[in-house]
């Protein structure tokens, strides 16, 4: 199982982007997935979470009603459109597929919010 994000970049506040996260090797339809971030200097957060039929989904209460998680299994692919960007969401993020026997982490995308 392997995890590929992107979409990353840099925005200026209250700018937008989608991330993504491809997941190869195996079907996402076995994975609940989950964004998290970590800032400089600070501890890696979760950001949302979603599960696996796609039926579900929990925030941050910091990025919620601005971030919207979705998945498209057909595509094993994991969006995260990130709308009215702030200055304290800049951070490398990245997605994390969960089962009951596995946790894979992706090599991670930087976002930076900044004028």
């Known amino acids: 199982l392997q995890l590929v994000e992107s979409g990353g970049g840099l925005v200026q506040p209250g700018g937008s982007l989608r991330l993504s996260c491809v997941v190869s090797g195996e079907s996402l339809d076995y994975y609940a997935i989950g964004w998290f971030r970590q800032a400089p200097g600070k501890e890696r957060e979760g950001v949302a979470c979603i599960s696996r039929s796609g039926g579900g989904s929990n925030y941050a209460d910091s990025v919620k009603g601005r971030f919207t998680l979705s998945r498209d299994n057909a595509k094993n692919t994991v969006y995260l459109q990130m709308n009215s960007l702030k200055p304290e969401d800049t951070g490398v993020y990245y997605c994390?597929?969960?089962?009951?026997?596995?946790?894979?982490w992706g090599q991670g995308t930087q976002v930076t919010v900044s004028s």
């Open positions: 994390n597929a969960v089962s009951l026997a596995t946790s894979r």
